[in-house]
């Protein structure tokens, strides 16, 4: 029967591992989906949608589906769904892997300040500046909410909800993002320091060349760790030869 893999999903790399595994011949995807976002881009493959209640339900999907391999790709900041993917697998005897992109890396003439939480963050801010571009997504803004002397400029997909400090405009986008993008934004509110998670990757890269050139401090909320059992690879290609489907008979594309 053909091997059926479930890509916990939610990122650009989850779209590109399900895109790769689709072309292979005899492999079923699925992805799924939190349900979070409002108009989540096309993923090739099967798609289900809504959480598995923890780790016992996801166990549970695993054996209904008949799933022979669990790929994490969620988000490096996504750690409730990455425990329980390690609990199920343990659980049911799935292999599992996580699909992660790695972190960015700060370069000449960055001046990064590294904190473990949103919390950590709200606490330096008054430190490094007044008017603040937030883009560490819609929740857990609470963090900022008693930041009553900042401006926030905040940045994400869908509008966030209260608490959310007084004094916040928002700006709706989605990635990617170019230099030239950023650099406008950056200009056009006068943004004094950056504040983002170490999500890494291409997409949302730019805001930190751009923060760079203008000399700006930039907040990093520093990742999670993974729960033990997990092993992270960070591209596609890897995963794919983790899971015996890069090899003569299942080319990688
Ligand atoms: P989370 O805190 O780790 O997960 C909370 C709960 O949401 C999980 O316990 C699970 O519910 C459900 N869930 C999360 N991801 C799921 C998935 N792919 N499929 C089915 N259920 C899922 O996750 P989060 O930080 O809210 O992120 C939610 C989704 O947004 C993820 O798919 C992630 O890849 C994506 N995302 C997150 C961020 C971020 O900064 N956190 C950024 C971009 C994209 P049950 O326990 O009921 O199964």
Do not use: Q
Not at 34 to 47: F, L, Q, S
Not at 137 to 159: E, K, Q, Y
Not at 171 to 188: C, I, M, Q, S, W
């Amino acid at each position: 029967m053909a091997p059926h893999v479930l890509v916990l999903g939610g990122t650009t790399e989850a779209r590109r591992l399900a895109a790769a595994l689709t072309a292979l011949p005899g492999v079923r995807v699925t992805t799924s989906l939190a349900g979070r976002v409002a108009r989540p881009g096309a993923v090739p493959g099967d798609v289900r949608v809504g959480g598995f209640g923890g780790a016992a339900g996801l166990a549970a999907w695993l054996r209904e589906h008949a799933v022979d391999a669990l790929v994490d790709a969620t988000h490096p900041f996504a750690e409730a769904i990455t425990a329980n993917a390690a609990r199920a697998a343990a659980g049911t005897g799935v292999p599992a892997v996580v699909l992660r992109r790695p972190g960015w890396r700060p370069g000449p003439g960055d001046d990064w300040h590294t904190v473990p939480s949103l919390d950590a963050a709200a606490e330096v801010l008054p430190r490094l500046g007044r008017r603040v571009l937030l883009t560490t997504g819609r929740l857990g803004l609470a963090a900022f909410a008693g930041l009553t002397d900042l401006h926030f400029v905040v940045r994400s997909v869908d509008p966030p909800g209260p608490p959310l400090p007084p004094d916040t405009e928002v700006v709706l986008a989605r990635g990617p993002f170019t230099l030239a993008d950023e650099r406008a934004l950056l200009r056009a509110h006068r943004i004094d320091v950056l504040v983002t998670k170490d999500s890494g990757g291409e997409a949302t890269a730019a805001k930190l060349t751009a923060a760079r050139e203008r000399a700006l401090p930039v907040v990093v909320v520093r990742r999670p760790p993974l729960p033990p059992g997990l092993t992270a690879l960070s591209d596609v290609a890897a995963v794919l030869d983790r899971l015996g489907l890069g090899g003569a008979g299942h080319p990688a594309p």
